[in-house]
């Protein structure tokens, strides 16, 4: 198990051995906890340890990743939404419930909410304003903006805490 340490007076919840995992993780998920623990120099047990410990405590979650592109997703939209008479927090719990938003976050200063869609062509993304986020109480407007092309995506970091 992870013991607690400070750096420069933050508090670290993982260490150099979680580090390390969570690194080797993000290059190849389908690795073995034996093959991790060779190129560690730990145990295989430590290693499942570790990775359990870390993703009960939403620090580390392997997934799958899906190639959006080849399942027919080809638009990339970024929503800047404008929201009055109601808290962006409560618009925002609404528009992550929308299966196309892959991210919802609210803002320090204009807009109040940023969320990407993924779509599969300009029919499904106006389906998706006009029937899922048109009718969300307290949007004032919003302005969109097509990806013509993402040059950088990084999915190793993401919010994993539990709602």
């Known amino acids: 198990m992870a013991s607690e340490r400070t750096w420069n007076g933050y508090?670290?919840?993982?260490?150099?051995?979680?580090?390390?995992?969570?690194?080797?993780?993000?290059?190849?998920?389908?690795?073995?906890n034996k093959e991790i623990?060779?190129?560690?120099?730990?145990?295989?047990?430590?290693?499942a340890?570790?990775?359990?410990?870390?993703?009960?405590r939403n620090i580390l979650r392997v997934v799958m990743q899906r190639d959006l592109r080849a399942l027919g997703?080809?638009?990339?939209?970024?929503?800047?939404?404008?929201?009055t008479q109601r808290s962006p927090e409560i618009v925002a719990d609404e528009l992550a419930k929308i299966e196309e938003a892959a991210s919802v976050s609210v803002l320090l200063s204009d807009p109040d909410i940023f969320?990407?869609?993924?779509?599969?062509d300009r029919k499904h993304l106006l389906d998706t304003i006009e029937t899922k986020i048109?009718?969300?109480?307290?949007?004032?407007?919003?302005?969109?903006?097509?990806?013509?092309?993402?040059?950088?995506l990084d999915l190793r970091y993401g919010t994993l805490r539990a709602k």
């Open 11 to 32: 508090k670290m919840l993982v260490d150099e051995l979680d580090i390390a995992i969570a690194e080797i993780l993000s290059e190849s998920a389908q690795i073995t």
């Open 134 to 152: 048109a009718p969300i109480k307290g949007i004032s407007h919003w302005t969109a903006n097509i990806a013509l092309e993402v040059v950088k």
């Open 73 to 83: 997703f080809d638009l990339v939209v970024l929503l800047d939404i404008y929201v």
């Open 49 to 56: 340890n570790r990775i359990r410990d870390m993703e009960e």
């Open 37 to 47: 623990a060779d190129k560690v120099g730990s145990t295989e047990v430590t290693i």
């Open 115 to 120: 969320v990407q869609l993924n779509v599969r």
